[in-house]
Structure formats: C-alpha cells, structure tokens
C-alpha cells in the first residue's frame, strides 16, 4: 500500500493527448516509486484567475475551504478494471473487469472473485462494464450491470439484472433488460454507463462510431436512455409519441461516447462525453435535448476534417464545460460527501489521455473548470465512498485502486 501527499492548488492543466488510445498502460502517481513508499509530490497548475492568496481557512471568517489537499492511497490491482460499486450499507466495493470478471473487494484489502458473470465480447473498447445495487438490493442482492454481447464482426452493448450473493461471491438469476440496437462490427464507442434515480434505470448509448445514428430515431445508439427499472421505455419520456418504437426509450440524443453519467443533488442530469480530436464535453441533460454529435463539435474528426462549432441558435444544446486538446473522460461522479466539505456538489471526471482527475465547480446550471491534478496513470472510474472518500481506478492490466482523502 502506497501513500501520495498531493497540494490541491487552485488552477487547471490542460492535457494532451489522443482521445480515445487503443493501448492501456497503467502508471503510478508523480512521485511514486514501485515498492511501498511515502512521498510528496504537488499538481502542475496555472492560476484560475490572478487572485493566488491562499484559501482562508478561518472557523470565524470562512468555516469552508475553498479548496483541499489530500493523500492518495494505492490498494490492489486489477487487469483492466472498469467500474467500481459500494454496495449499499457496506464497505464492501464490486469491481468489474473488463476482460469479463467481476470482483468483490473487503474493507481488509481481501478480494475475490465473482463466480457466475456473463460471458462478453472483449475487444476495443467492448468487454464487461458497469455495476449498479439496485435500490431493493438489501432485500433482494439485485444489482444492475452492462456489458458487450455478439460473434465475430457484429457485437453490442447489453444491460441486465443479477441476483449477488456476498457471502458465496456468486451471481445467479441472470436476465438481459436491454440492449443497444442494431449492433454493429465496430468495438468502440459502447458507453454502457448506468444510473438508477428517481425510481429510473438511466443507460448512456455510444454511437458505436458510426455518427449518423445518433440523430436517427430508428435506434438507439448516440442517445441517452430513461427506463423503467424492468428496462422498458419509461412511458414520460420526451420521444414517446415517435412512430419509431425504439425511439420510445430516449431522454437525449445527439451522443458520441458519454462515458459518465450522474445526478447533482437538485435532480440535474449530467454526463461527461468523449469529444472527437478535441471537444470533449460536460454536459448539461436535458429532456428531449439534442447535444449536436455528428453535426456539431468543438472538436474535429482525427483525418482533420473540421466540424462546425457549437453556436447560439443552431438547434444543439451546446457543453457546460469542453477541452480542446483532449482530456478524455471515462467516467463523472458529482460529490454529496461530508469528507471534502468545500468539493460538495462538484464534478470530477477521470481522464484517459489526460492521465489526471479533473475537478469542475458546479454551481446550479453553471460549471467552470476548476482543479487538475495529474495522477500519473490514464483514470478510468471515479466513485464516492461511503464516509466521502473519494475513489479511483487506473485503467489497463495492474491499474490500481486509489483512496484519496484529506490530509491531516
């Protein structure tokens, strides 16, 4: 186990990089050597604005800080962990893998493997992906988790329910709720993020990097998804009086790869999406919105053809927040903790290309880039704990488990 002192400065670094990279390689944090050691180390970042006096800290004058440093601790490694889960009422933490195994992970660092996953298409992009507790999971061990399904040349992304049993470390009763539709030969772009809310199943929808389908109403792809927790269209949505019977399940279309997905503490939907070259987004949901995608961007396709900018009055619902170079997010969570008082409300994005955890300050509608700090190593889930430590996991074969927490 590895500890990492890290000084949250106010400020932003804006990271390069390809946004989408085909290889996996983990790293460790700045500073970090490869047996156990403690260490120092603080985040490159230029000033948000020219105000650099330090954060008053004051129970008199200002009770809350405007920002917090931490210390990064490194638990165990994965092989290509994709998402992590607190299971309700528990310390105890589900990773899935996306080589198709799912893990149970104890308070004690004791980890084990999940018998009974379902067998997935790995490959790209596609492989096991996210893991929710249903909300009766303490009655019933239901949990909701996503996946990629197919054969050779034709694979999509599925969601389904599973019965978990935390002792036996087992999954039974296995049932397909959803799938993305039509599949497609591609292996990228797959999203599969998902969120229960407000007695709801929300399912993000890649556009399989095909582009068009995400303004088409005959299916489901480059769209994000309202369902009903059985997995049938909720019958509010805003397409619902669509001819088009698949048409039926959207909230918003207009995606490319929303990789994150999660609610602000007033019901606001929000979703971090992988942009083209560029144009990353954080974005703003809303009922029946289109967010523009393959018609609008402020990125520009990799061959270097451009796409028009995202401009007042062109029918898009235009990001909150976009990088331009690439961070790539691949994964949102929006804090609720106690832990880091001064973060409550606030989005953090993991970035891929970006090898960092990006803070976003929320406020109401609003959002403004806030913190980076460079983690060493391509971030791919970000998870609130429960007592409001903040989670993450590194991407590629050994990406590590991360706790950060306040420093003392």
């Known amino acids: 186990m590895r500890r990492l ?3 949250a400065l106010l400020g932003l670094v804006a990271c390069s990089g390809p946004t989408e990279a085909p ?19 603080e985040p490159t970042a230029a000033p948000a604005s020219t105000d650099t006096s330090e954060p008053t800290q004051s129970a008199e ?7 917090h440093e931490f210390t990064v601790t490194e638990h165990e490694s994965f092989t290509q962990p994709w998402a992590l889960a607190f299971l309700p009422d528990s310390e105890v933490m589900v990773v899935t893998e996306r080589v198709g195994t799912m893990k149970l992970r104890y308070a004690d660092g004791t980890v084990r493997e999940v018998s009974g996953v379902p067998d997935v298409v790995v490959g790209g992009q596609g492989g096991l992906g996210d893991v929710v507790p249903a909300p ?7 949990i909701y988790l996503s996946w990629v399904e197919g054969r050779t040349g034709d694979a999509g992304a599925v969601v389904g329910t599973a019965t978990l049993d935390v002792e036996a470390a087992a999954l039974t009763d296995l049932t397909k709720i959803w799938e993305q539709t039509p599949k497609a030969d591609s292996r990228g772009h797959f999203s599969h993020r998902l969120a229960i809310h407000d007695g709801h199943l929300w399912v993000t929808s890649g556009d399989r990097q095909e582009m068009d389908p995400a303004q088409e109403f005959d ?3 480059g769209k994000i998804l309202r369902l009903t927790l059985d997995g049938q269209p909720a019958p509010d949505n805003p397409f619902a009086g669509e001819d088009s019977p698949v048409a039926h399940q959207f909230y918003s279309m207009g995606h490319r790869n929303p990789l994150g997905i999660d609610f602000d503490a007033e019901g606001r939907l929000w979703s971090s999406e992988m942009g083209p070259e560029g144009g990353d987004e954080l974005n703003l949901i809303e009922a029946g919105g289109n967010y523009g995608w393959p018609e609008a961007s402020n990125g520009n396709h ?17 990001p909150k927040v976009f990088w331009n170079p690439s961070i790539s997010p ?21 970035a891929l290309s970006g090898e960092a955890l990006q803070r976003v300050d929320l406020e109401g509608e609003n959002a403004t880039e806030a913190e980076n700090w460079p983690m060493g190593a391509r971030i791919r889930a970000v998870e609130e704990g429960p007592d409001g430590a903040i989670w993450l996991l590194q991407d590629g074969d050994g990406g590590h ?8």
């Open 5 to 7: 002192a890290v000084l």
């Open 23 to 41: 290889t996996q390689t983990p790293g460790t944090p700045p500073g970090a050597s490869a047996t156990a050691s403690t260490s120092t180390a």
């Open 61 to 67: 004058t200002d009770p809350v800080p405007e920002t």
């Open 136 to 142: 009766s999971f303490s009655e019933d061990g239901k």
């Open 219 to 221: 299916n489901n792809l």
């Open 302 to 318: 990799y061959s270097g053809g451009e796409i028009r900018d995202h401009a007042e009055g062109d029918g898009f619902i235009a």
């Open 330 to 350: 691949g994964s949102l969570l929006i804090y609720h903790g106690d832990l880091f008082p001064a973060w409550q409300g606030d989005a953090f994005l993991g």
């Open 401 to 408: 488990l991360l706790e950060l927490r306040p420093t003392n």
